[in-house]
């Protein structure tokens, strides 16, 4: 039988609604949907450990059949080709996502040309939410909890306890 596993690569510094819609949107579309960690981000130092974020999406996505939690480090073409991964998912909100996504999807592309990139869009009521904005916001007191699942709520809460004297 002909099946389509995807990943769906990214920091998730913490998992957001965003992510999980898009985690929703990508696991009806595909038989297999890996959503991958990566490990040495560029992006400065991360709020949440690699096994910290990875605990919070296993949980979050539990009740997906077809959905798993792994990490990475390197290149996403390698850990798309170890995983047997056809396609990379990646969501995009709006025009300021795309040049950044363009230019990655098209890298992924020379790098492995047999790997395709899917993006799909979240529910509008996510357009505008990021981890680092749900970090920051959430680090100068503002009620970020329907932006993000309830476990990462708690575990926000738990990270960042003296928010109000920020
Ligand atoms: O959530 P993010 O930070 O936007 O995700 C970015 C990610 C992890 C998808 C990207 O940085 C990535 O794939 N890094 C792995 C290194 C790599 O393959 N680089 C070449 C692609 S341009």
Request: hydrophobic letters at 40%; proline letters at 5%; aromatic letters at 8%.
């Amino acid at each position: 039988m002909h099946t389509v596993k995807a990943i769906y690569p990214g920091t998730f510094d913490p998992l957001t609604n965003g992510h999980l819609d898009l985690i929703a949107r990508g696991a009806k579309i595909v038989d297999e949907l890996v959503v991958a960690i990566l490990r040495n981000s560029e992006k400065g130092a991360p709020l949440f450990t690699v096994p910290e974020r990875e605990e919070m999406i296993r949980e979050a996505t539990q009740g997906f059949g077809n959905v798993s939690v792994i990490t990475f480090n390197g290149l996403l073409v390698d850990c798309a080709r170890q995983q047997g991964a056809k396609a990379v998912l990646r969501g995009i909100r709006a025009i300021s996502d795309y040049e950044y996504e363009f230019q990655m999807a098209m890298m992924n592309r020379k790098l492995d040309p047999e790997l395709e990139t899917l993006f799909m869009m979240p529910a509008e009521k996510y357009t505008y939410v990021s981890s680092r904005l749900i970090k920051g916001v959430f680090q100068l007191g503002g009620d970020v909890s329907a932006l993000v699942p309830p476990l990462v709520m708690e575990r926000l809460k738990a990270k960042v306890p003296n928010r109000s004297d920020s």
